[in-house]
């Protein structure tokens, strides 16, 4: 008998980590590729896509999205 794989836990940290790794692949295309290139397109739709799964992941719908910077007064 194999392993039981243990689906219904995700390690959330571990996978935003990788997330933002490739997120900010498909941003390095999205930002040199020809606008409205094939390339252009696909890096915006993965952009997209990861976006939508670290909201699912964290209920946070601008994840990824820089945040501005308290004063601490």
């Known amino acids: 008998m194999g392993k039981r794989t243990q689906r219904g836990h995700v390690s ?6 990788k997330l ?6 498909a941003i390095q295309v ?7 290139s094939d390339e252009y ?3 915006s739709a993965v ?3 990861i976006d939508d799964l670290a909201e699912q992941l964290t ?4 994840y990824f999205h820089l945040k501005p ?3 601490g007064g």
């Not at 959330?12 to 980590?17: A, D, F, N």
């Open 41 to 43: 397109r696909a890096a």
């Open 59 to 62: 209920g946070d719908e601008s």
């Open 12 to 17: 959330t940290e571990q996978v935003l980590k």
């Open 47 to 49: 952009k997209d896509a």
């Open 69 to 71: 910077h308290s004063s």
């Open 20 to 25: 933002s790794t490739g997120r900010q692949g």
């Open 30 to 36: 999205h930002a040199q590729a020809r606008i409205n």
